[in-house]
Each structure stands twice: as C-alpha cells, then as structure tokens.
C-alpha cells in the first residue's frame, strides 16, 4: 500500500528550510528516522544520514536537499484535491517525502541503501552539505550509484551538463568624449565580442541515448567610466553549458579558440575562468541506473542543467537525476506537486529497492 | 608693464578650492577685488562678481570658474623656473590670476567690464554658481560679450558642441542558462546597437571658419540579472556630442533616426533622454569678439567640448572660450601653465579691453 506522500509532502512545507536555515527540517528528518526507519543515522550539522546495513553486493545512495530558495508569496502550503501548492512542494520536498517513505518500508530490500538528506543546494557550491559530508565522513557517501531526487517528472534526466564561466574583459584607451579619436571605446569593442557569442554553434551530441544541447550565453555586462569619458574597460560573464561527452579543460580549450577572433590580448583583452563545475556522464549502462530506467517505462533524457549528479560521478558513482514534480515549476510562485508524481517516483524506486517485485 | 601672473597664479593654486568648497578662495578674490580694482563687488555666496559702471556703450563679461576637481597628488604648487605645476594651475587659476590683474589694472577702459567667479563648474551642471547667480541676481550677468577663462592655450576656442546623453535599454525574455532557447538574451542584442553606435558617421561641419566635429560614444553599459539567467534587459548610455548648426531636438531626432534599424519596441527597447546640454555657436562674427581675436594673432577654432560659453549664448550673449594654458593637460597629474601663457591671455585681453592700445 502507498502511504500518504501528499500529507507528508504538505507536513515538509509547513518546516521552512531556506538554505542556511535548515536546522528544524534537519530534527524532523531525524527524528521521522530515528522513530520509523530502523537505519543507521547520523546527523553532521544540518546534513542527516541515514543506512541499511546489510551486507548486500551492492549499495544504492538516495540523496536529496533540505533547502529551499526564499519563499515567493507561497511559505504556506495549500492543497487542494490531490495537488499540493507551496515552497519546496517539487523542488524537492516531496523527492523528500518519498525517501522518507521509502526509508520506513520494512521490506528487505535486495541492496544496502544510503539515504542522504543535504543542506544547501540552492546557494554557492562551497556552501553544499555534500561536501561538508565528504569532508567530515566520506564513507558514508559511498555506493555503486546514486539518484539525486531533483524533480525530474518522475522520468530518468541523466548525467548533467557542466558548467564553465569566463570573465570576458577587453580593454581601450581613456579620452575625453569630445576627442574619442584619441582613446579606443572598450564597449564598442564588446560588438563583435558579443556577436560572437551569439553565433555559437551549439553542439548536440547523444551519449546513451540522450541529446544534451550546449549552451553559450553573455550573463553579465559591465563597463564605463564617467559620462565624459571613453570608457577603457568592459566585461562580459559567459556561461557556457558543456555536455558530458567533454570535460571541463576541452570545453575551455574550444571556448577560447571560438573567441579568439574577438580579442586582442596586445591590449590587454583576457578570457579568465571564473567558475568551473564538471559535467557527468549518463551512466545507463550501469545494472542499477538500467533498473531503474527499465521501472520508469519511459525514455531516460538528458538533464542540460548542473546537478549534484556531479558530485558523485567525480568520485566515480554513477548517478542519475530521478525524483517527483515538475523541473520548470522550481523556484516560481506557483510551485506544485501533485499526488500521482509522487506516487510514480516512490513506486519506481521502491520496485528498484524490492527484490520480490522488481528482480 | 605685465605683473607678475605666475606668483599670482601659484597663491591662487595654493588655497584649496575643490567643487563645494570654494569658499576660502572667494574670500581671497572678493578681498583682492574690493583692495585693488575700484569695481563695484558682489558676493553671492561662494561666487563673486566685480563690475564697473562706466556708462560705456558695451559690456564684456570676463568668467571663470573658481573650483577644481580633486586633488590628483598635486594640491600644493610647485614652481620651477616660468613654469608652475599644481591642481588648477591650468583650469583654472591662471585664468582667474589673469582676471584678477585685469580687474586692478587702472587704465580707463573702452568697455564696461563684469568680472565673474564662480563655484561649481567641475560638476554636475544643477551645482553651477552661473546658474545661481541667474536665479538670485540675473541683471549682474548681463553684457554684449562673454569671454569665458577656460585654458585654451591662449587662442580662442569659439562656441561649443552640445551633449545629448541618451539611455538605450534593450529588453529580453529571462530563462535558465542551461535552456536559453527558452528566452531572449539583452546583452547579446546590443552587438547591433554598438556596432551602429561605432559606426556613426560624424559630421564635420566649418562655422565662422571653425571646423567642428561630432561624436557618438557608448560611455557605460550594464546588463544582466544573475550568473545562470539569460539577461532580460542591457542598458547602454550614449555620449553625443552635437556640432552648433543643429539645436538639441535636431540632433536628437537624427540619433533617433540612426538607431532606430536595431531598437525594436515591441521588445520594449526604449531611447531616453538623459541630459542635454546645447551647443553655442562661434559668434565670431561679434564686433568684441572679433576683435579679440584680432589681438590674439592666431586663428580660432572650435570648441569641441561643452563649456558655460552655452550658458552665455543660450541667454542671447555671445561668447568664446579663451584663457592661458593646456586644456590637454586640464584634471591630470602633471596640469600646469607657464609664465609666457599667461602674459599671452593678460595681453590680449588687457588690449581688448583698452582703447588706447588696441581700436
């Protein structure tokens, strides 16, 4: 019988979690395990773990992240029917709902599971529970694959593009704006910097089936110096999408030579990198992501955003992005679930995890 | 016989008189004044004016600013031989030493003269003591002529460009980086909109024999909202400057027509108005300043940049630019005058204004 997933969701809600103060969220999953799952737990700061320890072949980590972005005229839950409105209710309190469920089914399950519940997703990387975990007890993230319960619609988003930024900066000359003759305008020089942006060829390759879509886009522009003044200086942040079928040191590598055209480094222009975040491979092939694949019913797709499914993959754990709601409703006033996603995720996972319906 | 300019110069140099707090030095020039020239003084907070009333049938107003920027590691003066560094040793003190020992010269002159110092001039233009002196006492400023004391190494730089700022902002469609399709990124549209802007094709035009030149220049840019969005808007401020055959609304109009193949409005792309500021014409043509320029022995050219000359002209009194020392050098580190640039403009000026030498 599947229990209740929209009440506990609406019980997830009503805990604000935003990232950094994820402290009573943190003592309600707790407590939810301590008191209902049977599982080994552990608490560091307001990261908890929780697993089986059985001494299967294989271990399954389910990880998904306590925080949400700040409320959007939504903090209190509202239901009505089987849906659920309210901060947090896809991204990703009821992926949240479901592996607290999943973590007090008292079948026997056919793997050992690690059940992970993380803070700080939604801010800064350097923020993320996951690595304060890793830092403090690595062992507990071990496993043979992981799913990250982003909400994916309850289907298989797999691997994650990686993410590059570069700081763009080209340089000119000062003058004074009734003698431009004499300076060189750096934000006239961002016109072909930025058409060449534009024009980027974006690569399309399928890796396991997936179509991953590249990306390069100008985030950010900044430059001048005073209304009277040919300004010297301009700036331009790109973000750039890569698929996993590159790492981050050949996306740069083709990243500056597409730009090179466009910059002049005898002025002074530099191309520097400011953030990276590897991509992660799909992984299909894996026995347990093809499991789970196979109880989905529907084509895996490629995920085309960055997820913690890069955390795993550079530490050599396959993983995949698998968890109930839908993916554009994150983050927006009118943030859902509804009952028959939750519902499709725990019972594909629960097959997965239960030998006697799944193997 | 010419006094000695330079020493003069250098105590004016040596009272500090950054924009806002021009006050000590208006007390120095309203002491000097009220000592030594005989002329009717005003003091109209930190702005002083000393006029004579001779009856004469034409008046010459002879203006200059008071106030410097700030110090560049050159608030104290430093004389070495005919040659005096310091902050404003160029704009503009000699051309207030220059006046000053015009004031006091006790030759009956052919012209009633209004000497004019006045705060505020290195600023934004609301702070102008001009224009105070216009609300609290506009009959002092009256005359047939104006000769402004800005450094123009001793040869008159007739009338001034205008300014139009113009803001253009560019609008988008947000999405996520990672889904760009999804949107419409601004700063990637203003590629166009800075190519037309660098493209301008500037008009020339020759008045009164003074070849102007016209500029359109991107002096600031800002765009963005956060490292993983794609841009919904990207603002560009445009510097123009505008020749004197053409007042502020035709040049507008026209800077309008030449953008308008890459603003789309149904975007929401907008042109604002963010300062105007109009041009002077040359007026060489007027008897004073014709004869000015008789004295000065050397062709005039065109003001290129924008000075209260516009002031002048936009109230029916023609004016020119005129006054010792290297605009070039004007706000920087190495600013200074030499003795022979002063003693060029106190000549000129001294045989313009006394008949015996110079009608």
């Not at 003592?27 to 299967?56: M, P, Q």
């Not at 995949?320 to 983050?331: I, K, R, S």
């Amino acid at each position: 019988m599947i229990p209740d997933l929209l009440a506990l969701t609406a019980d997830l809600v009503a805990i604000p979690s935003v990232s950094h103060s994820e402290g009573a969220l943190a003592d309600y999953v707790e407590s939810d395990l301590r008191a209902r799952s049977g599982l080994r737990v552990e608490r560091i700061g307001a990261n908890v773990l929780a697993r089986s320890e059985l001494g299967r072949p294989s271990r399954v980590v389910l990880a998904g992240h306590l925080d949400t972005v700040p409320a959007n005229d939504n903090a209190t839950p509202r239901r009505q029917d089987d849906t659920l409105w309210g901060l947090g209710a896809a991204d990703m309190k009821g992926g949240l709902a479901v592996m607290l469920e999943l973590a007090a089914a008292r079948e026997d399950p056919a793997v050992d599971v690690t059940f992970v519940f993380y803070a700080c997703e939604e801010v800064g990387r350097e923020h993320s529970g996951l690595l304060r975990i890793a830092a403090e007890a690595p062992d507990l993230l071990q496993g043979d694959a992981a799913i990250l319960g982003e909400p994916t619609y309850a289907r298989i988003e797999a691997g994650c593009q990686g993410v590059l930024k570069l700081a763009a900066e080209l340089r000119g000359t000062r003058a004074h704006t009734a003698r431009p003759w004499m300076g060189r305008n750096a934000i006239h020089r961002l016109a072909p910097l930025l058409e060449q942006v534009a024009s980027y060829q974006a690569r399309q390759p399928e890796i396991d089936g997936c179509r991953y879509r590249e990306s390069l886009q100008a985030v950010l522009v900044r430059g001048g110096v005073a209304g009277n003044v040919v300004p010297d200086q301009a700036t331009v942040m790109l973000n750039h999408r890569f698929a996993p079928d590159r790492d981050a040191a050949t996306a740069e590598a083709a990243l500056r030579d597409w730009l090179e055209p466009v910059l002049d480094p005898t002025l002074g222009d530099r191309l520097d990198v400011a953030e990276v975040s590897p991509a992660a491979a799909p992984s299909l092939g894996h026995p347990i992501l093809a499991a789970l694949l196979r109880t989905t019913g529907v084509p895996a797709r490629a995920k085309l955003g960055w997820t913690d499914v890069a955390f795993f993959a550079e530490r050599g754990i396959p993983a995949v992005n698998f968890g109930p709601g839908d993916p554009e409703l994150a983050h927006s006033a009118d943030e859902r679930v509804d009952r028959h996603q939750l519902e499709s995720a725990y019972s594909a996972l629960w097959q997965l995890l239960t030998p006697t319906r799944s193997k």
